[in-house]
């Protein structure tokens, strides 16, 4: 909390205070003295950077109440693509996952937002990109980001999506979804 305050001080026109880390915050059993701690100290809108796995537990929920904004991921269309993306634990199959952003989007008063980080040869071709949308349009967030990002199973540059290519990806999720997507590689909303 002295950083925040510190931070508070220097910045006081801030956007958003982001809780995230090395892990996810929904697993942090302090979650909800946290978010109050600093709800008494700023108004500053608050965000909970999260993997999503675990949205669909009503404790979790209920320690995001205070939240303005959840930024959840969403990375592939399919069990598959699921499990080999994002390894998860047994706890979170890919039915309990997307079925979680979902219901917690039912709940949920402040803005849910999806990330979905693209991966060339894997979630970035259009059959892929069709497929999530679907899961899109049921989740129903307030907006997608999309961005691409190397994969570390295939090496520092590999899975790496072109500026161009992911564009037009971004267009074909937003147009299939109905939902808002911005190309997180550019200042442009796409769909």
Same mark, same amino acid.
């Given at each position: 909390?002295?950083?925040?305050?510190?931070?508070?001080?220097?910045?006081?026109?801030?956007?958003?205070?982001?809780?995230?880390?090395? %892990?996810?915050?929904?697993?942090?059993? %302090?979650? +909800?003295?946290?978010?109050?701690?600093?709800?008494?100290?700023?108004?500053?809108?608050?965000?909970?950077?999260?993997?999503?796995?675990?949205?669909?537990?009503?404790?979790?929920?209920?320690?995001?109440?205070?939240?303005?904004?959840?930024?959840?991921?969403?990375?592939?269309?399919?069990?598959?693509?699921?499990?080999?993306?994002?390894?998860?634990?047994?706890?979170?199959?890919?039915?309990?996952?997307?079925?979680?952003?979902?219901?917690?989007?039912?709940?949920?008063? %402040?803005?849910?937002?999806?990330?979905?980080?693209?991966?060339?040869?894997?979630?970035?071709?259009?059959?892929?990109?069709?497929?999530?949308?679907?899961?899109?349009?049921?989740?129903?967030?307030?907006?997608?980001?999309?961005?691409?990002?190397?994969?570390?199973?295939?090496?520092? +540059?590999?899975?790496?999506?072109?500026?161009?290519?992911?564009?037009?990806?971004?267009?074909?999720?937003?147009?299939?979804?109905?939902?808002?997507?911005?190309?997180?590689?550019?200042?442009?909303?796409?769909?």
């Amino acid at each position: 909390m002295a950083q925040l305050d510190a931070l508070l001080s220097s910045h006081p026109t801030l956007d958003y205070i982001a809780v995230s880390g090395d %892990g996810d915050p929904t697993l942090h059993v %302090g979650l +909800t003295a946290l978010l109050k701690a600093i709800r008494q100290r700023t108004k500053v809108s608050l965000a909970v950077v999260s993997s999503g796995g675990l949205l669909w537990r009503q404790d979790v929920q209920r320690d995001l109440r205070l939240a303005d904004v959840v930024l959840a991921l969403l990375d592939a269309s399919d069990m598959l693509t699921y499990h080999a993306l994002n390894r998860p634990l047994d706890l979170v199959p890919f039915a309990r996952y997307t079925t979680g952003l979902a219901q917690f989007q039912q709940h949920f008063r %402040g803005k849910l937002w999806l990330l979905s980080h693209l991966v060339g040869g894997i979630t970035a071709i259009e059959a892929e990109v069709v497929k999530m949308a679907v899961l899109v349009r049921n989740i129903d967030p307030e907006k997608v980001f999309v961005t691409s990002a190397a994969h570390p199973g295939l090496g520092e +540059t590999k899975g790496v999506v072109g500026e161009e290519r992911l564009r037009v990806l971004a267009r074909l999720l937003g147009d299939q979804s109905g939902v808002p997507v911005i190309c997180e590689n550019s200042t442009t909303w796409i769909g």
